[in-house]
């Protein structure tokens, strides 16, 4: 079974949905963020502050080699995971991309509180910051064949749209499992 490969721009709920979703496939899970977290022993702003972005994209790119092989997994992406093009091979031979998205005054009220531990936003006006990043990387999820709105609806609700699609496409067995 393929695993699921959650895409999208920061704010936009992987982490919550891709847990849920996790849950409903008995799958494990998996918050790339969290992982390089765990794996350098630092957390993504400190490993920005002090070793910069080049650092956390290489990090990123080692754990998708990790994962690539892999199977039954729930894979919450960075937001700029997928702008490496050798990621996208690598999580694609064995994932299905979903995307998940939101209005971006959903995005930027869902990230007001947390710029400490989001280095991208870090600095400067959220709104602006957001709309730029927004626009940089316009294009950049359409590799998804799934895409949910997630300022719709609650992330338990984007799960089952998700399930619901996972089923629809076969890519589950009859049991609704992968």
Same mark, same amino acid.
């Given at each position: 079974?393929?695993?699921?490969?959650?895409?999208?721009?920061?704010?936009?709920?992987?982490?919550?949905?891709?847990? *849920?979703?996790?849950?409903?496939?008995?799958?494990?899970?998996?918050?790339?963020?969290?992982?390089?977290?765990?794996?350098?022993?630092?957390?993504?702003?400190?490993?920005?502050?002090?070793?910069?972005?080049?650092?956390? *994209?290489?990090?990123?790119?080692?754990?998708c080699r990790r994962l690539a092989?892999?199977?039954?997994?729930?894979?919450?992406?960075?937001?700029?995971?997928?702008?490496?093009?050798?990621?996208?091979?690598?999580?694609g031979q064995n994932g299905v991309?979903?995307?998940?998205?939101?209005?971006?005054?959903?995005?930027?009220?869902?990230?007001?509180?947390?710029?400490?531990? *989001?280095?991208?936003?870090?600095?400067?006006?959220?709104?602006?910051?957001?709309?730029?990043?927004?626009?940089?990387?316009?294009?950049?999820?359409?590799?998804?064949?799934?895409?949910?709105?997630?300022?719709?609806?609650?992330?338990?609700?984007?799960?089952?749209?998700?399930?619901?699609?996972?089923?629809?496409?076969?890519?589950?067995?009859?049991?609704?499992?992968?």
């Amino acid at each position: 079974m393929k695993n699921v490969v959650l895409i999208g721009f920061m704010g936009t709920g992987k982490t919550a949905v891709g847990k *849920r979703l996790a849950r409903l496939l008995g799958w494990e899970f998996i918050d790339t963020d969290a992982e390089i977290e765990r794996l350098t022993g630092k957390s993504i702003a400190r490993l920005f502050a002090e070793d910069g972005e080049i650092r956390f *994209r290489s990090e990123e790119n080692l754990l998708c080699r990790r994962l690539a092989g892999r199977e039954r997994l729930v894979i919450a992406t960075g937001g700029g995971m997928v702008l490496n093009p050798e990621n996208v091979a690598l999580l694609g031979q064995n994932g299905v991309f979903i995307k998940l998205y939101a209005d971006p005054e959903v995005i930027i009220s869902r990230l007001k509180g947390k710029r400490r531990e *989001r280095p991208l936003i870090g600095r400067g006006d959220l709104r602006e910051r957001v709309l730029t990043l927004l626009k940089e990387r316009e294009g950049a999820y359409d590799i998804a064949e799934f895409a949910v709105d997630t300022g719709k609806q609650s992330p338990e609700e984007s799960a089952q749209i998700i399930y619901q699609y996972l089923k629809e496409k076969n890519y589950l067995n009859e049991d609704g499992q992968g």
